[in-house]
Antibody, heavy 118, light 109 residues
């Protein structure tokens, strides 16, 4: 079945780096774009980054631009989010989501928790 | 990119209908027919309920419907059921990473 599984969440100190992974199965990974979406504790959803199916285009929220990088490895069916210079306000559950249309997030992972604290 | 505007909460009794609004600008909601709606139960991942303004994914009840007028999109849930109690988020395509609304908590009385 179609499945997305995030991993890599952890407790990290401000200023440090972390890489999240989203391992997928059950569909042709290279045919789809993907989103990273986060949700701070008790707050709403926030678009973090999007990557086109072929990696040709990547877009970021202003709040993470220059610090976060989205990438993909089609040979491993895996999506990544490299997060540098982490701040307390980056604390959230991070979800990866498949895009089946134009910003249509039809399949979601279960989320991985990132806590930035000293 | 500023978040789309949704009411913080709405409520209704079982069997009734409710509508949740989602207001953006001509750069997002008003500029494209790419508005989606997501349902999120506590501690769970969001679930796609409506896409491209008014289309329903396979498996989603036809009690859920979507529409748009100008810069405002709407989600209507008819025949409210207890299991509809959840948070609902609208989302729109933008020229960047996309944007969500602030979310609406639906309470079934």
């Amino acid at each position: 079945q179609v499945q997305l599984v995030e991993s890599g969440g952890a407790v990290v100190q401000p200023g440090r780096s972390l890489r999240l992974s989203c391992t997928t199965s059950g569909f042709t990974f290279s045919s789809y774009g993907f989103h990273w979406v986060r949700q701070a504790p008790g707050k709403g959803l926030e678009c973090v980054a999007v990557i086109w199916y072929d990696g040709s285009n990547k877009y970021y929220a202003d709040s993470v631009k220059g610090r976060f990088t989205v990438s993909r490895d089609n040979s491993k069916n895996t999506l990544y989010l490299q997060m540098n210079s982490l701040r307390a306000e980056d604390t959230a559950v991070y979800y990866c989501a498949r895009d089946s249309g134009t910003y249509v997030m039809d399949v979601w992972g279960q989320g991985t928790t990132v806590t930035v604290s000293s | 990119q500023s978040a789309l505007t949704q009411p913080a909460s709405v409520s209704g009794s079982p069997g009734q209908s409710i509508t949740i609004s989602c207001t953006g600008t001509s750069s997002d909601v008003g500029g494209y027919n790419y508005v989606s709606w997501y349902q999120q139960h506590p501690g769970k991942a969001p679930k796609l309920m409506i896409y491209d303004v008014s289309k329903r994914p396979s498996g989603v009840s036809n009690r859920f419907s979507g529409s748009k007028s100008g810069n405002t999109a709407s989600l209507t849930i008819s025949g409210l059921q207890a299991e509809d109690e959840a948070d609902y988020y609208c989302s729109s395509y933008t020229s960047g990473a996309g944007v969500f609304g602030g979310g609406t908590k639906l309470t079934v009385l």
